[in-house]
């Protein structure tokens, strides 16, 4: 049970993710779609074409065809759902992708009536193939191919024709992952300068991890950028994650997402619990809307669509549009919307410049145990309502996820994560003492919870 996870099923190649577990999930969610058109896709992983092979199976022994359109990113496969293909409109995708996980690992996100299938469904779905006693057999491969890479690859540049022959010189590092499957030809097409780094897809990933929220891979591509380039850009190994570089900012999406917002008319925005207070308040000054929810591309999905949402962002770097888009994470699609920006003239650094500032830390991982985060974090609420005296005065508390905590100068957050056996913490002030201040006084909580569990 342990492969099936909060937002998509994770596991390890053969170990876990084999023949047997790989037909059964196909199999499985078979029963939870009801048209017949599945369309299937897959990242830059060795074993990612085995496995379409199983997931076929096992898609075909529960009744349904599979539209397969062979390695693409992320947003090609969610993409698909929003396309008429010869008279079929898929009623679901399934992406086959480790995301940014080590090679040896692979998973499935998977989109029903072009909404996020997750968190509790997944879970039953998990159960439900455990109690399986048999591998299912198809009668045989029913597998339709077409070419989602060459029609989103026509519709981003037919969006952005305006971007045509811009001069700003682009480096981008796609980390051998998928996104130079699509990028290449967009920005030919688009007769735009760029240098391109480690753009051949390949699983082991030799150059460095596919991940740009953490530093240590952005090293090359920042090197470029220091050589002539006026911006940078870097994807995670699906490219639904974005990085972007300038000469002065490691933009967050946080920060993406006001910049974004600038060229709409008071949006509405969904941003994470682990967002900047700058972000939300600078929305509002604007006259925009402001939503903070959970954690995770799913439940931002699911949030957008419910409250009609024009943009939401994970500092991660999961953006995603619903004005002039589709709703989902698209990182070649937020490097587009990003160029614009400077197309039009907005100076990215000075936007930036503007706003107060704060002292953030990254996030800072505090390692437990499956069966306790959730735990530790009901723990910690408890004790938020009978603080220490030495504890920061509360202003208020957001519990829509873990618990974020509002003091006069700041915040702070702690919250499990649903991925991994891990609390994730992170704070920010006007002051960066007042900031460890916020990280010591919940530290010492988070321990007094941990050994009240003990």
């Not at 492969?3 to 190649?13: K, P």
């Not at 699911?302 to 549009?321: P, Q, R, T, W, Y």
């Not at 619903?322 to 587009?336: N, P």
């Not at 704060?358 to 009901?378: A, L, M, N, Q």
Request: hydrophobic share 35%; proline share 4%; glycine share 6%.
């Amino acid at each position: 049970m342990s492969i099936y996870r909060e937002y998509d099923i994770r596991g390890i190649y053969e170990k876990e993710l084999n023949e047997q577990s790989v037909t059964r999930i196909g199999f499985v969610l078979a029963s939870k779609i009801k048209g017949d058109y599945v369309a299937v896709g897959y990242d830059a992983r060795s074993h990612s074409p085995i496995l379409f092979e199983y997931l076929v199976a096992g898609l075909n022994a529960g009744g349904k065809k599979v539209l397969g359109m062979g390695m693409v990113p992320t947003p090609v496969n969610y993409f698909t759902n929003y396309q008429d293909w010869d008279g079929i409109t898929p009623d679901a995708s399934v992406m086959i992708t480790g995301s940014h996980n080590p090679s040896e690992y692979n998973g499935f996100k998977i989109t029903i009536d072009k909404a996020p299938f997750f968190s509790d469904d997944i879970y039953a779905l998990g159960r439900e193939c455990e109690a399986m006693n048999t591998i299912p057999k198809a009668d045989k491969r029913e597998v339709t191919d077409i070419d989602a890479v060459t029609r989103y690859v026509d519709y981003i540049v037919n969006e952005f024709q305006h971007l045509k022959g811009m001069p700003t010189k682009i480096a981008y590092d796609c980390g051998n992952g998928v996104a130079g499957v699509v990028t290449e030809d967009i920005f030919k097409a688009l007769e735009l300068t760029t240098t391109g780094l480690y753009t051949n897809p390949d699983g082991s990933f030799p150059n460095h991890h596919p991940d740009p929220s953490d530093e240590k891979n952005l090293k090359d591509i920042k090197t470029v950028l220091r050589h002539g380039q006026d911006i940078a850009f870097a994807y995670d190994g699906d490219a639904d994650r974005i990085a972007v570089l300038t000469h002065k900012n490691n933009i967050k999406g946080d920060m993406m997402a006001l910049l974004y917002s600038m060229k709409m008319d008071k949006p509405t925005v969904v941003g994470e619990v682990k967002c900047s207070q700058v972000m939300y308040d600078e929305l509002e000054r604007r006259g925009c809307t402001a939503v903070m929810y959970k954690t995770g591309h799913s439940n931002l999905k699911v949030k957008m669509k419910e409250i009609n949402a024009d943009l939401a962002c994970e500092v991660s770097g999961h953006i995603f549009f619903k004005h002039r888009y589709f709703g989902y994470d698209d990182a070649i699609y937020a490097t587009m919307r990003m160029l614009e920006l400077v197309h039009d003239g907005i100076d990215l650094d000075a936007e930036l410049a503007k706003l107060p500032k704060v002292f953030s830390t990254e996030e800072i991982k505090v390692k437990t145990t499956e069966e306790e985060k959730f735990k530790i974090i009901d723990a910690v609420k408890v004790l938020l309502k009978n603080p220490p005296e030495s504890f920061p005065a509360i202003k208020n508390i957001i519990d829509v996820d873990g618990v974020r905590i509002n003091f006069e100068d700041g915040w702070g957050l702690v919250r499990a994560s649903n991925t991994t056996p891990v609390l994730v913490t992170r704070f920010e002030s006007t002051s960066r003492v007042e900031a460890q201040i916020y990280e010591y006084a919940i530290n010492d909580l988070i321990k007094t919870a941990q050994d009240s569990l003990a």
